[in-house]
């Protein structure tokens, strides 16, 4: 646990408190505690908490509802196209949330498309956005829970079959507890990626609605009122501390071991009507939700005539970049590889530790707080970094690690959530057996956990690449001019007017579109096939 606590004090636990620090305290040094009642005093301030609340838990359940069934067919189906489909679904987690936004806003706004075929607008409802977190979120629950449910016996359902079980009781009693740590998870990343969006809601909301990361960005940026920003902060991060905790004492209390099988056993054919509409209605679904918006996208990069929007992107326009935009696509693409190795490394460690019998309850309560950076606003945690790194031995200002250290902060909790249910379901007497055979420590966990585990730290691998590809709130702080990113590129595009820059920003998003969605698919060939000749 030591370099993951280390980690996580150094680039998130002292950039937090240095910009809540610098809120609060008044220009004579005396803290201004006053200011919590205060700003909970202010009607708006309410509204703006109460929004943000149920507007997550309803895009959570929501999400749950639509992905869960994508979430079986991924697992247990195998069909034409599974791969490419599977790398599909993930594209739009990694899109900057400015871009989802916009692309939901030509779909449900003024002139979209519903608008020109049957009238009807929802970019002045609380649907356009709930739809564009669902957009945004469907491939984390698909890969956290699919990943679990694909290596789910399925012989344990069907002896309960056997035993006189109808097909739903034998799935409520035998599959969803086995489920339910993933399905949790899952549940919580959502809850915590809709309880602070940013991009989605400034762009849907509008003057209506607004969530705590929208006033947060509003009190620093446009009113320069910090100390405001930062009880907000504060109250984001205790709202968001009180759900992981909660979360971590319900998830282990459902802990077991699980009878584990190889993915590529568990999936086949559809079989029968029932699977074929099931199916059916999944593929349509995602058409809808998912590819119909990023097809939008792509349209609008080809609205100028030939390739004109792309071959803009390749020229210095002296302007808001020091550098050709399309070298954004090189900078991500090293960024985010560093941001995954990092993650990989603190995430593993931190999971291993988390798994093990003997671990106490400061080792366990760690769980919940790996969680944290995706609850604290992203605008905080770049503050922070420009406020705590500035002095030696930590002066990091001029270097280029600032990106992939704050894109690794996102990426960690993935890497740790997808990792810890399957480990957890090892059954601690095959690590015995092999102890008791003469393996060393290093020896059980590279021949009984590595095999087992391999699938899903490739996934968890897939999550981080993904994440620190779009990762938007903190970079576009520590992003120099000379080296942005892709989403933080998109973003000083849109902010230009003149339908040229519009069009490059939807240039450089089906270009981040076409990134993630090649490195997913090479993800998902290049992952080893494991054993076809028995159980785990």
Request: net charge positive; proline share 5%.
């Amino acid at each position: 646990m030591a370099v993951p606590v280390a980690f996580f004090a150094v680039f998130f636990a002292l950039p937090v408190a240095a910009i809540v620090a610098r809120g609060l305290r008044a220009e004579d040094g005396a803290w201004r505690l006053g200011r919590l009642g205060e700003v909970l005093g202010q009607s708006d301030i309410r509204h703006v908490l109460w929004f943000t609340t149920w507007q997550a838990l309803a895009s959570t359940a929501l999400t749950l509802l639509i992905a869960l069934p994508g979430a079986y067919v991924f697992a247990r189906f195998e069909f034409r196209g599974k791969q490419v489909l599977r790398a599909v679904v993930t594209v739009p987690f990694v899109l900057p949330t400015v871009v989802v936004g916009t692309a939901f806003l030509a779909l449900l706004g003024r002139g979209g498309l519903l608008d020109e075929l049957w009238g009807v607008r929802l970019d002045t409802t609380v649907w356009a956005i709930l739809l564009a977190h669902v957009f945004f979120n469907y491939a984390v629950v698909v890969r956290t829970v699919g990943g679990l449910w694909a290596q789910l016996d399925p012989r344990q359902e069907e002896a309960a079959r056997v035993l006189g079980a109808s097909p739903f009781a034998a799935w409520r009693r035998v599959t969803l507890p086995a489920l339910a740590p993933a399905v949790a998870a899952a549940a919580l990343m959502v809850f915590l990626f809709t309880f602070t969006s940013f991009g989605v809601v400034q762009i849907l909301g509008g003057p209506t609605f607004s969530t705590l990361e929208v006033e947060i960005y509003r009190q620093t940026a446009e009113i320069f009122d910090l100390s405001t920003a930062a009880v907000l902060t504060m109250i984001q991060f205790v709202a968001v501390g009180a759900i992981l905790a909660l979360h971590a004492w319900t998830a282990r209390r459902r802990e077991t071991a699980l009878r584990l099988v190889d993915a590529s056993l568990t999936a086949r054919r559809p079989r029968g009507a029932g699977q074929r509409a099931l199916l059916t209605g999944v593929l349509l679904s995602i058409v809808l939700l998912l590819v119909l918006p990023l097809a939008v996208l792509v349209q609008r990069s080809l609205d100028a005539p030939g390739f004109a929007y792309y071959e803009a992107l390749t020229r210095d326009d002296g302007g808001v970049f020091l550098v050709a935009p399309v070298e954004a696509v090189a900078n991500s693409l090293q960024y985010a590889l560093a941001a995954t190795a990092v993650a990989l490394v603190i995430g593993g460690l931190a999971a291993a530790a988390l798994t093990r019998s003997d671990a106490g309850r400061l080792v366990r309560g760690f769980d919940a707080l790996l969680m944290l950076p995706l609850g604290v606003s992203a605008v905080t945690v770049g503050f922070g970094f420009l406020i705590a790194l500035d002095e030696p031995p930590l002066d990091l200002r001029s270097s280029w690690l600032l990106v992939p250290l704050a894109q690794a902060l996102v990426g960690v909790p993935f890497v740790v959530r997808t990792m810890l249910p399957v480990l957890r379901a090892v059954d601690d007497r095959l690590r015995e057996a092999a102890a008791v055979l003469g393996a060393s420590p290093w020896r059980v966990w590279r021949e009984v956990d590595l095999p087992l585990v391999r699938r899903a730290l490739l996934v968890a691998a897939g999550f981080a690449f993904a994440v620190s590809l779009g990762e938007f709130g903190a970079t576009v702080f520590l992003a120099r001019s000379d080296n942005p990113t892709l989403p933080v590129a998109v973003a000083r595009l849109l902010g230009r007017p003149g339908e040229l820059n519009y069009g490059q920003a939807m240039a450089l998003s089906t270009i981040l579109m076409v990134v993630c969605a090649v490195s997913l698919l090479v993800l998902e060939r290049l992952r080893p096939q494991q054993s076809r000749t028995g159980e785990f």
